[in-house]
């Protein structure tokens, strides 16, 4: 089967760093995504790793270890509109091909 | 112009009853999905749809039928609902099944069952 594991809560400073970890277990793994959730709102993409390393964008940037089945998403300069629940999703077999499956997501609160 | 439409956006109902949720995304993706997510935001993927055809039903309740008429749209039935259906619903499209890491999502369809 598929699982994936996150930190339910995170809360860091306008403009520190933050790390949100993941770790996950799978067959036949393909990838990892990540997506960002506002409250009300619905999940947006904001990247997706195959290989191991780091991939940038703009602010954010996601890791990968695929020996470690982990990976991180680093938000820089956090700001207040950063506040949301950040998902990581694996990308694994099914019987039909690939299936996305989510973690439980991470709430990350931005204090002033 | 929205890329991935739901609707209705609420549904209020009560238990026992049958109701549908439409999408439709206009972005020309072959590959469709409906989610449903509960009241502590586990996101579950339902169904799977390429090229209108049903790839993943992931243990789903019989009382869930998808349609999928064209490869455009995906519809989801529900019938003889219960307290237990209440959740937000979300469609969501990828380009192709290939692509599903990359999902677009409608805004959501929040049930409520009374």
């Known amino acids: 089967g598929q699982s994936l594991e996150q930190p339910s809560e995170v809360t860091a400073v306008e403009g520190a760093i933050v790390q949100i970890n993941c770790t996950y277990q799978t067959s036949g793994f393909y990838g990892l995504s990540w997506y960002q959730q506002h409250d009300g709102g619905a999940p947006t993409f904001l990247s997706y790793n195959a290989l191991d390393g780091l991939e940038e964008t703009g602010r954010f940037s996601s890791f990968l270890s695929r020996s470690d089945s982990y990976g991180y998403l680093l938000l820089q300069e956090l700001q207040m509109k950063d506040s949301a629940s950040y998902f990581c999703?694996?990308?694994?077999?099914?019987?039909?091909?690939?299936?996305?499956?989510f973690g439980a997501g991470t709430r990350l609160f931005v204090k002033a | 112009d929205t890329a991935v439409s739901q609707t209705p956006k609420y549904l209020v109902t009560q238990m026992g009853n049958d109701k549908s949720i439409k999408c439709e995304q206009n972005l020309g993706h072959d590959t469709m999905y409906w989610y449903k997510q509960d009241s502590k935001k586990f996101l579950k993927i339902m169904f799977s749809y390429n090229n209108k055809e049903l790839i993943i039903n992931e243990t789903v309740p019989n009382r869930f039928s998808p349609k999928s008429p064209d490869k455009a749209h995906l519809n989801l039935h529900i019938n003889s609902l219960e307290l237990g259906d209440s959740a937000v619903y979300f469609c969501?499209?990828?380009?192709?099944?290939?692509?599903?890491?990359?999902?677009?999502f409608g805004p959501g369809t929040r049930l409520t069952v009374t």
């Open positions: 999703a694996v990308r694994g077999a099914s019987t039909g091909g690939f299936k996305t499956i």
């Open positions: 969501a499209s990828s380009p192709a099944l290939a692509d599903s890491y990359e999902q677009y």
